[in-house]
């Protein structure tokens, strides 16, 4: 997709760039309000003398879930901080409206309960997903019950009371890609959910393709910087009103502070994502072409994540970093590096986890916008320590003996056939 596609402003007939709207799209009015920053409110209720009007605009409200008009009433209902973060993030995705919560895990929730309330419980779903995603749908924990297949499925797996098709790509920890335009066709009438947490709406915008509801950890890439946690669903206006009645009566609410931190992290996205993802391109390519690394997973629609299987012990390479940070989450300005079968994909069953691709060799790095050279001298040294550990072994007399793996020369596969060139 071109990233620099123009985009509808709902203050002026010409179209914006994604950049431009990045760092303009819920501040439009600041200007005529004296303002250049974005002021923070953090009331959590709101004084009014018209109680009767209150009374007129909450019984809305509980109706049809619709924006309030008119000054907020209490910080469970609107706020206008994180109102900021929401606009601007429905610009961004195309979409008519989106609707903020406290973690990305909580939007999810949401989504499923507005589909479980009227009476539409199945959910089609591709692996692999988030663990934490996976494990939700598969449990059943809010009732509902979930039937796995490939994209190829999709349409046969459809029942009267399926809710919900929900597939996540680049997906998370093997980068695997779906055509989103492809499924959409066999999702029918039901709505197809995109995780689009991996991509941004930088590198593509599921709505233009088919999709009806847009998913993000708002957590990882929309934040940025690694210190705000939130979720966000983009879509149409008639199901962010459902989910605004699920979030009252829930408590899921974004902080306002959270909303201000977003809404500071979209103006930033596209030059994250865009330096981000060439370092990684560079990355995914050495790797590629490093004897030590078995297989590299990189999407062909690219992007900042890398995923990539070792011969050697991967939790060598993890307690071997020393500039890139060994941790889970992903989408900082600063590079991270985990054990996907140890901690994010954990909670899912080893079976299930193997067989999605997410094996006990693979690591997958967001990378961040360090120089790429040093993100590689910090890998080389890491990948040296796994194959030390992988590949010495002492004899009976106590006489370390370097050994050789005797493996066929490597030919990486780059998600996909071997001939795709990692670096694109």
Same mark, same amino acid.
């Given at each position: 997709?071109?990233?620099?596609?123009?985009?509808?402003?709902?203050?002026?007939?010409?179209?914006?760039?994604?950049?431009?709207?990045?760092?303009?799209?819920?501040?439009?009015?600041?200007?005529?309000?004296?303002?250049?920053?974005?002021?923070?409110?953090?009331?959590?209720?709101?004084? $009014?003398?018209?109680?009767?009007?209150?009374?007129?605009?909450?019984?809305?409200?509980?109706?049809?879930?619709?924006?309030?008009?008119?000054?907020?009433?209490?910080?469970?209902?609107?706020?206008?901080?994180?109102?900021?973060?929401?606009?601007?993030?429905?610009?961004?995705?195309?979409?008519?409206?989106?609707?903020?919560?406290?973690?990305?895990?909580?939007?999810?929730?949401?989504?499923?309960?507005?589909?479980?309330?009227?009476?539409?419980?199945?959910?089609?779903?591709?692996?692999?997903?988030?663990?934490?995603?996976?494990?939700?749908?598969?449990?059943?924990?809010?009732?509902?019950?979930?039937?796995?297949?490939?994209?190829?499925?999709?349409?046969?797996?459809?029942?009267?009371?399926?809710?919900?098709?929900?597939?996540?790509?680049?997906?998370?920890?093997?980068?695997?890609?779906?055509?989103?335009?492809?499924?959409?066709?066999?999702?029918?009438?039901?709505?197809?959910?995109?995780?689009?947490?991996?991509?941004?709406?930088?590198? =593509?915008?599921?709505?233009?393709?088919?999709?009806?509801?847009?998913?993000?950890?708002?957590?990882?890439?929309?934040?940025?910087?690694?210190?705000?946690?939130?979720?966000?669903?983009?879509?149409?206006?008639?199901?962010?009103?459902?989910?605004? =009645?699920?979030?009252?009566?829930?408590?899921?609410?974004?902080?306002?502070?959270?909303?201000?931190?977003?809404?500071?992290?979209?103006?930033?996205?596209?030059?994250?994502?865009?330096?981000? $993802?060439?370092?990684?391109?560079?990355?995914?390519?050495?790797?590629?072409?490093?004897?030590?690394?078995?297989?590299?997973?990189?999407?062909?629609?690219?992007?900042?994540?890398?995923?990539?299987?070792?011969?050697?012990?991967?939790?060598?390479?993890?307690?071997?970093?020393?500039?890139?940070?060994?941790?889970?989450?992903?989408? $900082?300005?600063?590079?991270?590096? =985990?054990?996907?079968?140890?901690?994010?994909?954990?909670?899912?069953?080893?079976?299930?986890? =193997?067989?999605?691709?997410?094996?006990?060799?693979?690591?997958?790095?967001?990378?961040?916008?360090?120089?790429?050279?040093?993100?590689?001298?910090?890998?080389?040294?890491?990948?040296?320590?796994?194959?030390?550990?992988?590949?010495?072994?002492?004899?009976?007399?106590?006489?370390?003996?370097?050994?050789?793996?005797?493996?066929?020369?490597?030919?990486?596969?780059?998600?996909?056939?071997?001939?795709?060139?990692?670096?694109?």
């Amino acid at each position: 997709m071109d990233t620099e596609s123009p985009m509808a402003t709902s203050t002026t007939t010409r179209t914006r760039a994604l950049a431009t709207e990045a760092v303009h799209a819920g501040r439009d009015d600041l200007a005529a309000l004296g303002l250049h920053a974005p002021p923070i409110d953090l009331s959590t209720t709101y004084p $009014s003398y018209d109680s009767r009007g209150e009374a007129e605009r909450i019984d809305t409200f509980a109706a049809t879930g619709a924006k309030l008009d008119g000054p907020p009433v209490y910080a469970r209902l609107d706020n206008p901080t994180t109102a900021r973060f929401e606009t601007a993030l429905a610009r961004l995705e195309g979409a008519e409206s989106a609707v903020s919560f406290a973690s990305g895990m909580a939007a999810l929730t949401a989504v499923l309960l507005v589909r479980a309330s009227m009476g539409l419980r199945h959910v089609v779903a591709v692996r692999p997903l988030y663990g934490c995603s996976d494990h939700l749908l598969g449990t059943g924990l809010l009732g509902t019950e979930v039937t796995w297949t490939d994209p190829a499925g999709i349409a046969e797996a459809i029942r009267p009371d399926t809710g919900l098709v929900m597939v996540e790509t680049p997906a998370n920890p093997t980068l695997a890609e779906a055509d989103i335009r492809a499924i959409a066709h066999s999702c029918g009438s039901v709505p197809l959910l995109v995780d689009n947490t991996f991509a941004t709406p930088v590198l =593509q915008r599921p709505l233009e393709h088919g999709a009806r509801i847009v998913l993000h950890s708002a957590t990882k890439y929309l934040g940025g910087h690694g210190d705000v946690m939130g979720g966000v669903v983009a879509c149409d206006e008639e199901f962010a009103a459902g989910l605004r =009645q699920v979030r009252f009566a829930t408590g899921g609410v974004l902080h306002p502070m959270a909303g201000y931190l977003l809404l500071r992290g979209l103006a930033t996205l596209p030059v994250r994502v865009r330096a981000a $993802s060439a370092s990684a391109a560079e990355l995914s390519r050495r790797l590629t072409a490093d004897p030590r690394v078995a297989r590299v997973h990189y999407p062909k629609l690219g992007g900042a994540m890398v995923s990539f299987e070792v011969y050697g012990d991967p939790h060598r390479v993890i307690s071997a970093v020393r500039l890139i940070t060994p941790a889970v989450s992903l989408g $900082s300005v600063d590079t991270l590096i =985990q054990h996907p079968a140890s901690i994010s994909h954990r909670i899912v069953d080893e079976g299930d986890r =193997q067989a999605s691709g997410v094996g006990d060799r693979l690591l997958r790095m967001s990378v961040g916008l360090e120089d790429v050279e040093d993100l590689w001298a910090d890998l080389c040294q890491a990948l040296s320590s796994q194959e030390a550990g992988d590949r010495t072994e002492a004899d009976p007399h106590g006489v370390v003996h370097r050994q050789v793996s005797g493996r066929p020369a490597r030919t990486a596969a780059v998600n996909g056939p071997a001939s795709h060139p990692a670096g694109r």
